[in-house]
């Protein structure tokens, strides 16, 4: 399986500031997509935001964007004016159907705390 | 809207019970999954099938099988449940000929081995 990295655990952020979530990967490939999945205490699996990669352009879904790195192998996710909602489990994914078929490989997820 | 729906969101087993996990989705999505889910562990794969009768193992398929008689319908079985399996257990969906679209993901099932 491809390897999938969030190097932080945990992250804090206050309310209405911004914060970057890491995720590096390590892949051969050149065709792959990468996802952002938010689990919220409810336990529901969130799909935040994809990148294609063959896209050089980076994804914005609102108040979340990522700063995709190819060469480098990034995939970081940045919220902006944080929420209390946005607190949650964050995970990232890959996938790349030559290898996998359709099934997601995940990080280790990165819990994020909003403070008031 | 789409739906994963997972039979129980709690469940408690005694060890060497034979145990099964139902999981049902209603988009007619040909692609489903089971994936554990551990603190520090994220999500990892055990079984995914693309098709009725057809099954692929993940990452860490040992002491779990599946079943999928129907399209909507994705069982785990434990065969005899440990004490190791104690964990969360993640059900989704998605369709096939489109990697770039979302998987969809039932609400989970807490497994805990006595």
Request: aromatic share 12%; charged share 20%.
């Amino acid at each position: 399986a491809q390897t999938v990295t969030q190097s932080q655990p945990e992250m804090s952020v206050q309310e209405a500031e911004t914060v970057t979530l890491s995720c590096t990967y390590d892949t051969s490939e050149s065709d792959y997509y990468l996802f952002w999945y938010k689990q919220p205490p409810s336990r529901q699996m969130i799909l935040v935001i994809r990148q294609e990669a063959y896209k050089q352009q980076n994804a914005t879904e609102n108040r979340f964007s990522v700063n995709f790195q190819k060469a480098a192998k990034s995939f970081s996710l940045k919220i902006s004016d944080s929420q209390l909602g946005d607190a949650a489990m964050y995970f990232c994914a890959y996938l790349s159907v030559p290898n996998s078929g359709y099934a997601l490989n995940f990080g280790k997820g990165t819990s994020l705390l909003v403070t008031p | 809207d789409v739906k994963v729906t997972q039979s129980s969101r709690y469940l408690v087993k005694r060890t060497g019970e034979k145990v099964f996990l139902e999981c049902v989705q209603d988009m007619d999505h040909e692609n489903m999954f089971w994936y554990r889910q551990d603190p520090g562990l994220g999500l990892r794969l055990i079984y995914f099938s693309y098709d009725v009768k057809m099954k692929e193992k993940g990452d860490i398929p040992e002491g779990y099988s599946v079943s999928r008689e129907k399209k909507e319908r994705f069982s785990l079985i434990l065969e005899s449940a440990s004490t190791n399996q104690t964990s969360m257990y993640l059900c989704a969906s998605s369709v096939v000929g489109q990697p770039n679209t979302e998987a969809f993901f039932g609400q989970g099932t807490r497994l805990t081995v006595v």
